[in-house]
């Protein structure tokens, strides 16, 4: 199986700051990699795909790069909105994986 | 618009089994895999498995394969996933989602069920 290691489970930032949150993959991954948005007592809501697609109707604040192993998530200016909980996960083989998720609070 | 709703919440005993549905509106049934995601106390997030609704096809994470069945019924275009043997490790939130080949992630979840396991 594939693990994914989001190494910060979680976040205390300020509004208004950049935040980047990271997922490594056990192999590589080929860019099938998926970032979930959890708010609190919500339904994961999917964000972005292949990558570096974000969703329509996604904030343009909010970015996906990396390739091979390692991927990023990114927000550029964090807003009240955007305390939950992100998820990657990996589709290029089952079992499908998700990371163990990285929480963001505001400071 | 898609819409996938699920069954409401269970409380069983354990050693029994649970059966819960997931009824998709919105969207052609058999064009998409419906897969099964459990969620432990607002933890990560583990695939249990997906059906191809068109063929009834079934693949399961090792993991789950025994505990989860996974089936369809087309006429009603709801998908169903039953848990056997339940103990208390199955206590857990239970997401139906949406894949395809097209779109091979889960663009679309149901709202949940929260399986509760307890004598």
């Known amino acids: 199986d594939i693990q994914m290691t989001q190494s910060s489970s979680s976040f205390s930032v300020s509004l208004g700051d950049r935040v980047t949150i990271t997922c490594k993959a056990s192999?590589?991954?080929?860019?099938?990699l998926a970032w979930y948005q959890q708010k609190p007592g919500n339904v994961p809501r999917l964000l972005i795909s292949?990558?570096?697609s974000l969703e329509t109707g996604g904030p343009s604040r909010f970015s996906g790069s990396g390739s091979g192993k390692d991927y990023t998530l990114s927000i550029t200016s964090l807003q009240t909105e955007d305390v939950a909980t992100y998820y990657c996960?990996?589709?290029?083989?089952?079992?499908?994986?998700f990371g163990g998720g990285t929480k963001l609070e505001i400071k | 618009e898609v819409q996938l709703q699920q069954s409401g919440p269970e409380l069983e005993k354990p050693g029994a089994s649970v059966k819960i549905s997931c009824k998709a509106s919105?969207?052609?049934?058999?064009?998409?895999?419906m897969n099964w995601v459990k969620q432990n106390n607002g933890k990560s997030l583990e695939w249990i498995g997906n059906?191809?609704?068109?063929?009834?096809?079934?693949t399961y994470n090792q993991k789950f394969r025994g505990k989860a069945t996974l089936t369809v019924d087309k006429s009603s275009s709801t998908a169903y996933m039953q848990l056997k043997s339940l103990t208390s490790e199955d206590s857990a939130v239970y997401y139906c989602?949406?894949?395809?080949?097209?779109?091979?992630?889960?663009?679309?979840w149901g709202q949940g069920t929260t399986l509760t396991v307890s004598s």
């Open positions: 989602a949406r894949r395809s080949l097209l779109r091979p992630y889960f663009d679309y």
């Open positions: 919105g969207y052609s049934f058999s064009g998409y895999n």
């Open positions: 059906i191809d609704p068109y063929y009834g096809d079934a």
């Open positions: 192999e590589d991954i080929y860019n099938r």
């Open positions: 292949g990558a570096t």
């Open positions: 996960q990996q589709y290029w083989s089952t079992p499908y994986t």
